[in-house]
């Protein structure tokens, strides 16, 4: 059936589904070591370090990883990462006496670099599969591959939840580590080689070289998912097990729901965006405005003591929603605004910047609930928001952002 669709489409269906595969595996990970080692007795803060090398290293990735991507193609980054997710997987199989903080942040820097190197070449394959004039389909495609991406990240949490109470921590990593092998033996033949390669050979010195747009998205990108890590990560999970008694179980599907949700919103964002660049450039400054009210209302509204789990489903409601819009906003603006020549540079450093909001949230994640709980973590999400909407205001016309 694949063979009988256009190669363009066949190939996006092939990337997304990679990528699918990929994140499943990612969220539930994510999922098993937060409930996991809080079980076990690791603070809020101890947990979040677990994760600082996995953002770390993504931080690393996506800036040389875009300079990877330019010189053996797109599809190549894309396989390795599948292979790294593996790797990273048979790490946390070993007995649970050598399961120690050292060892876990290792394989947890393995997946990092696995998960961006991932996420990298398959954005940056978007770009070259639609032509330039094409702006509304290259926002649909974009927007559909983020969404997507994200809903599966949501199963993965209650995949994480639910294997964890089920099978334990050992076998569900092994089941997903199967599974995943699978799908990238599959990939190794299937996957066209040569896509993305730059016709130039990018140095070194080019990563940071970049124009006006790349920078200001980048730095709104920064703040944006900075602000959701740092209340979403760490802090909401610990909350809702160590405030409201939630079982593993109910915090895996609770916080899976919403990251579906949050992908449903995404993949249909152009419908309440506009599907062209003008639109989107427009649209990206309100979207961030009213965003930044959301953290803030949740935030007053539980110091006024408000029943808290309704209060907090609420205002994760409203908080998703708000992101997924200007989340979907900023993944089709970097690739609008990227050279087609050479795209992986552009993608991989604005990624760069993603991963670099990541970890700081993460590590003020654990740091400022375990200090001041969770109304302080949702009192920094807002001000990281303001920062990005002053950031996004900047972003100049498409025809300033070439000349």
């Given at each position: 059936m694949l063979g009988q669709l256009a190669p363009a489409v066949r190939q996006y269906l092939i990337v997304t589904g990679n990528y699918w595969a990929f994140t499943l595996t990612d969220g539930a990970l994510r999922m098993l070591v937060v409930l996991h080692f809080h079980q076990l007795g690791y603070s809020a803060l101890e947990v979040a370090m677990l994760f600082v090398f996995y953002e770390f290293f993504g931080v690393v990735t996506n800036l040389f990883g875009g300079w990877l991507g330019a010189h053996w193609g797109l599809n190549r980054t894309m396989n390795i990462g599948l292979g790294l997710q593996i790797a990273a997987l048979a790490m946390l199989l070993v007995p649970p006496t050598m399961l120690t903080v050292v060892w876990v942040m290792l394989a947890q820097a393995l997946s990092g670099i696995a998960k961006d190197l991932n996420k990298m070449s398959a954005k940056s394959t978007i770009k070259l599969l639609v032509d330039d004039s094409q702006q509304g389909q290259l926002y649909k495609w974009v927007a559909l591959l983020t969404g997507s991406k994200n809903t599966l990240k949501g199963i993965g949490f209650f995949l994480g939840g639910l294997l964890l109470t089920l099978v334990g921590f050992t076998w569900a990593i092994a089941s997903m580590a199967i599974m995943?092998?699978?799908?990238?033996?599959?990939?190794?033949?299937?996957?066209?080689?040569?896509v993305g390669k730059a016709s130039f050979k990018p140095k070194f010195r080019q990563l940071l070289s970049k124009s006006r747009p790349i920078n200001v998205l980048s730095a709104a990108r920064f703040m944006l998912f900075g602000a959701r890590d740092v209340w979403f990560v760490v802090?909401?999970?610990?909350?809702?097990?160590?405030?409201?008694?939630?079982?593993?179980?109910?915090?895996?599907?609770?916080?899976?729901?919403?990251?579906?949700?949050?992908?449903?919103?995404?993949a249909v964002a152009p419908r309440f965006t506009g599907a062209n660049l003008a639109a989107a450039r427009q649209q990206i400054v309100i979207w961030a405005g009213l965003l930044c009210a959301?953290?803030?209302?949740?935030?007053?509204?539980?110091?006024?003591?408000?029943?808290?789990?309704?209060t907090v489903m609420i205002g994760l409601a409203i908080f998703g929603i708000l992101f997924a819009l200007n989340s979907s906003l900023h993944s089709y603006l970097i690739v609008a605004y990227s050279r087609h020549d050479g795209v992986s540079l552009d993608v991989g450093f604005y990624y760069m910047a993603n991963a670099g909001g990541r970890l700081l949230?993460?590590?003020?994640?654990?740091?400022?609930?375990?200090?001041w709980g969770i109304?302080?973590?949702?009192?920094?999400?807002?001000?990281?928001?303001?920062?990005?909407?002053?950031?996004?205001s900047l972003l100049p016309e498409r025809e300033q952002a070439i000349q």
């Open positions: 995943l092998t699978l799908v990238w033996l599959i990939s190794l033949v299937v996957l066209t080689k040569d802090a909401l999970p610990v909350f809702l097990a160590a405030q409201l008694n939630w079982s593993h179980w109910q915090v895996g599907s609770f916080l899976a729901l919403w990251v579906i949700g949050y992908g449903v919103v995404q959301a953290p803030l209302g949740l935030a007053i509204a539980l110091w006024q003591q408000w029943p808290i789990a309704e949230g993460t590590i003020l994640s654990g740091w400022v609930y375990q200090q109304m302080a973590c949702l009192l920094v999400s807002t001000v990281m928001l303001v920062l990005a909407a002053l950031a996004v």
